[in-house]
């Protein structure tokens, strides 16, 4: 046979050679270890091995060599009568006999491997001869399509030959294009670059409006920016290609520019004659218009709008551009808008340095001349004193608002809401500003009903608002005018009104006058331009609000403060106004400041009180002091040169081996601030400058001033 047929002879499945290789071991066992009775013919079993080369069965093969082993094991150590064989022949049998076994059952195991390997190979070799003949039947296929293609192919290089000319006249014309649309973008780059340099809005979008006409080209007749007004769209700039071709008074387009701005989204007319209702009556209407909405922030403030002289189907080109001419003029008006916006805040900043110049000033003077007046002598005391203390008065009151002012900015006022009656901090209000009507020569008239009007309030920061439109109505009143305060109760809010016949508001500033540093109209007598901010953000932080109402210039004005009423049904809280508690036990006082005026003036005052003093002007003094006088209460100021009054506050508290009372008297008196105090281990904290009640009551308890900020 040949080899291929042979290689090609398939191999029985697994049973049959499963079945076939114990037949053979069955037999063989038979015939070694019956037949025949010699070890002889060791090669005899070499024979079944072999049809496990048909077979193909590597398992069945080495467990046939392996029982044949055995077999021949048993054969020659077992079987073989006693006295044939001496030991030596009988291991020599048998290793003969297992070599032999061994040798043929590799032999065999490498042939069927081999085997496996050629039919492998057979089987490539038929794959391969398949694939080639099937690869020669494509390239015979293949080549006939190639001798076609050669023919289209000298067909298509002649029309090559007439494209390339074709390609190189395009070129030509692509190349000038070029020139030109660089010679629009240097146009339009220099052009805008005038519009961010601008001074004002007109200048600019009349720049871009130049831009774009000179940007689309031919065709143009003229380009306009609109601002969206209350009545409609306002233009602001206009740009014609040629001048005296277009009449600015005809241009249709204000209903495409509304719907542009409304949509926020660009829109376009190919043709304005096909939408007449688009077109006011009378006006003789431009072939075509794209407008462009005009982004600023998050608002759309105008358009920019394109006439074409003719007909002209706008691609997507010139929505794009546009669009983006749109956007230039958003960012141009955005900055110019930031600059008078910081020209403004920097104005502003300049008045309300001079006019706080001006305004400390104002008390500094007639203070400085009521101390020559005490020098003098006693008997100007009368006359100064009472000077001192209104202008004194004044100067805290600025610097509070100061304070409040900066407080408001940072969000950082607190409110301490207890249920108050409003008609009693009205009262008291009221009451601290009469010097202030009376020297006005103003009528001051009260309207406050008998029953408590409850409120959920902080009494301090209510009587703050009271005094604040108190004063704005006494400054911006002529001498001679009236002032009412009146309070009502309607059914879910509490109303305080403040009404004057004085200067009155215009309509427009009617919001701008609760704008922090702001003063409209003619003040009679100055301000901050702060008052009325604080009365807004007081209110707010209540839940309440603030209205200001004037029919106009030299008419008056009225505010209205409003706040929710607190539940009927809830017992009334602790007085937010804090009455000063005397004492009649004296003291022995520490009093720490750096400042010697304010340490020697404050020891006089306490002294003055029957309290005995110690005066230390830094932490190092104040504990050598605190260790011979024993105080029962310290008033320490914070910022001391070495050791603070924080670490002082500490170390006192450590010295001091019987109870004692620590108040924080200092310039600091912002919300961390007192926190920093109770973390210190301080019992009251007062700000400078301190009433005189107040100190004194932080003397004897803290829930009496603990809190206060005078």
């Not at 072999?50 to 392996?66: K, P, S």
């Not at 077992?78 to 044939?84: E, F, I, K, N, R």
Request: proline share 5%; hydrophobic share 45%; charged share 20%.
């Amino acid at each position: 046979m040949e080899p291929e047929a042979i290689l090609s002879m398939r191999a029985p499945n697994r049973a049959v050679s499963l079945a076939l290789s114990a037949a053979l071991i069955l037999a063989w066992a038979y015939i070694r270890l019956v037949l025949f009775e010699t070890t002889q013919f060791p090669l005899t079993y070499a024979l079944p091995l072999l049809v496990c080369i048909w077979t193909r069965d590597r398992t069945a093969l080495w467990v046939m060599a392996t029982t044949f082993v055995v077999f021949h094991a048993v054969k020659v150590f077992a079987l073989v009568p006693p006295g044939t064989l001496t030991p030596g022949e009988m291991a020599a049998e048998f290793g003969a006999t297992v070599t032999n076994i061994g040798v043929g059952a590799v032999a065999v195991h490498l042939v069927i491997g081999l085997r496996a390997r050629l039919e492998t190979a057979l089987e490539d070799v038929r794959a391969q001869a398949d694939e080639l003949r099937a690869q020669g039947e494509e390239l015979a296929q293949q080549n006939e399509e190639l001798a076609g293609q050669a023919e289209e192919l000298s067909q298509q290089g002649e029309a090559l030959a007439s494209q390339n000319q074709e390609l190189e006249t395009q070129a030509g014309e692509i190349r000038a294009l070029n020139d030109a649309l660089q010679g629009r973008e240097r146009l339009l780059e220099a052009l805008l670059d005038m519009a961010r340099r601008s001074p004002t809005e007109a200048e600019a979008l009349q720049h871009i409006a130049r831009a774009t006409a000179g940007l689309f080209g031919e065709g143009i007749a003229a380009v306009a920016v609109y601002e969206h007004g209350a009545e409609g769209p306002v233009r602001r700039a206009l740009a014609t290609m040629t001048p005296g071709t277009v009449d600015p008074g005809r241009l249709p387009g204000e209903a495409l520019v509304s719907h542009a701005i409304a949509s926020n989204r660009t829109a376009a007319l190919d043709d304005v004659a096909l939408r007449p209702d688009l077109v006011p009556e009378g006006i003789t209407a431009a072939g075509a218009m794209l407008a462009a909405p005009i982004p600023l922030g998050d608002k759309v403030p105008g358009a920019l709008v394109i006439h074409a002289a003719r007909a002209r189907t706008w691609v997507d080109e010139d929505f794009r551009l546009a669009g983006w001419l749109a956007g230039q003029c958003g960012r141009v008006l955005l900055a110019l808008r930031l600059q008078a916006e910081l020209r403004e805040a920097d104005r502003r900043k300049s008045e309300f340095l001079a006019t706080l110049s001006h305004e400390l000033r104002n008390p500094l003077a007639p203070m400085r001349y009521a101390l020559h007046l005490l020098e003098a002598g006693r008997e100007h005391d009368a006359a100064a004193l009472p000077i001192l203390q209104r202008q004194f008065k004044q100067l805290v009151r600025l610097v509070d608002d100061l304070l409040d002012a900066t407080r408001l900015s940072s969000n950082k006022i607190q409110v301490r809401k207890t249920r108050t009656d409003l008609c009693t901090v009205v009262r008291h209000a009221v009451d601290g500003c009469r010097p202030d009507v009376l020297t006005a020569r103003h009528a001051l008239a009260v309207e406050i009903p008998a029953e408590p009007v409850w409120v959920d309030g902080d009494a301090e920061r209510l009587a703050q608002v009271v005094t604040n439109l108190v004063n704005n109505a006494i400054r911006y009143t002529p001498a001679g005018g009236q002032i009412t305060v009146a309070v009502a109760a309607p059914p879910s809010e509490a109303v305080l009104t403040v009404t004057d016949n004085g200067a009155g508001i215009e309509p427009s500033d009617l919001e701008r006058v609760f704008d922090m540093f702001t003063q409209v109209g003619s003040p009679g007598s100055g301000g901050l331009g702060i008052g009325l901010a604080l009365v807004r953000g007081i209110l707010g932080l209540h839940g309440g609000r603030i209205e200001a109402r004037s029919d106009g210039a030299g008419l008056g004005s009225q505010f209205r403060a409003i706040l929710p009423l607190a539940d009927r049904h809830e017992p009334p809280g602790p007085p937010g106004l804090v009455t000063p508690v005397p004492g009649a036990t004296p003291l022995r006082v520490l009093v720490v400041d750096d400042n010697e005026d304010a340490a020697v003036m404050m020891g006089a005052l306490l002294e003055k009180h029957g309290h005995q003093v110690r005066i230390a002007h830094d932490a190092r003094a104040a504990l050598t002091a605190q260790a011979e006088f024993a105080a029962d209460v310290a008033l320490l100021d914070i910022g001391l040169p070495g050791m603070d009054g924080y670490d002082l506050a500490r170390q006192l508290r450590a010295a001091t081996s019987h109870p004692m009372r620590l108040i924080a008297l200092t310039g600091w008196g912002q919300v961390a601030d007192r926190q920093r105090a109770r973390a210190a281990g301080f019992d009251a904290h007062l700000t400078k400058p301190a009433d005189v009640d107040a100190v004194l009551a932080a003397l004897r308890t803290t829930e009496a001033a603990g809190d206060t900020h005078a």
